[in-house]
């Protein structure tokens, strides 16, 4: 298993650690079971996620990483109200944790050999 990867050029740690360590504790100052900390560019997840747990909190957490390095937060900031900003950010990350997984299953199913994961960078070639 890797401990880092790269979004938009940007170097991502992802770290392990145990469920009451104080890096959990989010924006809100409650303890939670993942964290995306841009200031130190880390992904932060218990020790105690397995499974399907496991794969829907990182994923939520890669969109927090998505939305930082791609600077989609200005846009998501330019059009929500400030009061809704930190809602729609998590709102954004349940998203793609919940429904990404059957969004790419049936794009894969219905192109079949066709269908390709296409980074941002790569659509932004072809249509421009």
């Given at each position: 298993m890797i401990d880092e990867f790269y979004m938009n050029g940007l170097r991502w740690r992802v770290r392990f650690t145990y469920p009451?360590?104080?890096?959990?504790?989010?924006?809100?100052?409650?303890l939670t079971i993942g964290v995306t900390d841009s200031a130190t560019m880390t992904i932060y997840l218990s020790n105690e996620l397995y499974g399907e747990k496991l794969n829907r909190v990182f994923i939520h957490e890669l969109g927090h990483a998505a939305l930082f390095s791609f600077d989609l937060i200005s846009d998501l900031h330019r059009m929500v109200?400030?009061?809704?900003?930190?809602?729609a950010e998590e709102w954004a990350c349940n998203f793609l944790a919940d429904y990404s997984g059957m969004i790419f299953g049936v794009a894969k199913d219905v192109l079949g050999n066709r269908f390709m994961y296409v980074e941002p960078y790569g659509i932004e070639r072809l249509v421009a």
């Open positions: 009451t360590d104080p890096v959990l504790v989010d924006r809100t100052g409650t109200k400030r009061k809704y900003w930190l809602e």
